[in-house]
């Protein structure tokens, strides 16, 4: 059974989200407080945080950056900041994907779903991949990339991301493609999302970020792998 934490102060949100939730067969925890919610994460390993970022006590933002610090689990974001720039930030923090309130809880069980059948589909692959002589290696079933031997700390949605190029070197996968296969049809966010996740993935595995080598860019079409094995 998927753990589930929510971490929402509105009680009559949190009591939807979670009733939906524990209604799919989901083992759900509640805080209406950030640092209880930080309590929880530090006590049990979670396979899906439900993050708001409008807390009385600790900011979202900085709830986020304490459990990525420590942790790769998949973190959703609850937000009434609908500016483009807010969400941006909100990924860059390590948010996997976000929500802009106000939403229905059917919308988020819907997503919950959807993620959880991706975890599923893309199990016992057995595939550890090995890119330009073992410098870079990425490990399917442990879902771990290590780049010069030394493991590199890519949230979920980012080892998704590069898992699905390195797994098509060479061919160009379009923003849309890769939205529709990591974060699922349904995603409703903007094209840049998946630009700030590539971003941050540069930053981890490239040498030189301007000049990358392993996720390239093509100019209006998208992006594609350039290691070689």
């Given at each position: 059974m998927n753990k589930?934490?929510?971490i929402e102060d509105e009680p009559s949100?949190?009591?939807?989200?979670?009733?939906?939730?524990?209604?799919?067969g989901y083992e759900v925890y509640t805080a209406e407080r950030g640092y209880k919610g930080l309590e929880y994460a530090e006590e049990i390993d979670f396979d899906l945080i439900i993050l708001d970022l409008m807390l009385p006590d600790i900011s979202g933002e900085?709830?986020?950056?304490r459990i990525r610090s420590k942790s790769n689990t998949y973190?959703?974001?609850l937000t009434a900041k609908s500016s483009l720039e807010e969400r941006i930030r909100g990924l860059d923090l390590g948010a996997d994907e976000y929500l802009v309130k106000p939403f229905s809880p059917r919308e988020i069980v819907a997503r919950v779903n959807a993620l959880f059948?991706?975890?599923?589909?893309?199990?016992?692959?057995?595939n550890i991949i090995s890119f330009n002589n073992g410098?870079?290696?990425?490990d399917h079933d442990k879902r771990e990339v290590r780049?010069?031997?030394?493991?590199?700390?890519l949230t979920p949605i980012e080892f998704d991301i590069l898992s699905i190029l390195s797994s098509n070197p060479g061919i160009v996968l379009t923003r849309e493609t890769l939205i529709d296969r990591v974060l699922g049809p349904d995603f409703e966010g903007v094209d840049r999302t998946i630009d700030v996740h590539i971003k941050n993935i540069r930053k981890k595995i490239e040498e030189d970020?301007?000049?990358?080598s392993y996720i390239i860019t093509v100019f209006k079409l998208g992006y594609k792998f350039g290691g070689g094995q």
């Amino acid at each position: 059974m998927n753990k589930i934490l929510i971490i929402e102060d509105e009680p009559s949100v949190l009591e939807a989200i979670s009733a939906y939730l524990r209604k799919e067969g989901y083992e759900v925890y509640t805080a209406e407080r950030g640092y209880k919610g930080l309590e929880y994460a530090e006590e049990i390993d979670f396979d899906l945080i439900i993050l708001d970022l409008m807390l009385p006590d600790i900011s979202g933002e900085e709830i986020c950056k304490r459990i990525r610090s420590k942790s790769n689990t998949y973190i959703f974001m609850l937000t009434a900041k609908s500016s483009l720039e807010e969400r941006i930030r909100g990924l860059d923090l390590g948010a996997d994907e976000y929500l802009v309130k106000p939403f229905s809880p059917r919308e988020i069980v819907a997503r919950v779903n959807a993620l959880f059948r991706r975890i599923k589909d893309e199990g016992g692959s057995g595939n550890i991949i090995s890119f330009n002589n073992g410098e870079l290696i990425i490990d399917h079933d442990k879902r771990e990339v290590r780049l010069k031997n030394e493991e590199v700390a890519l949230t979920p949605i980012e080892f998704d991301i590069l898992s699905i190029l390195s797994s098509n070197p060479g061919i160009v996968l379009t923003r849309e493609t890769l939205i529709d296969r990591v974060l699922g049809p349904d995603f409703e966010g903007v094209d840049r999302t998946i630009d700030v996740h590539i971003k941050n993935i540069r930053k981890k595995i490239e040498e030189d970020t301007k000049n990358p080598s392993y996720i390239i860019t093509v100019f209006k079409l998208g992006y594609k792998f350039g290691g070689g094995q």
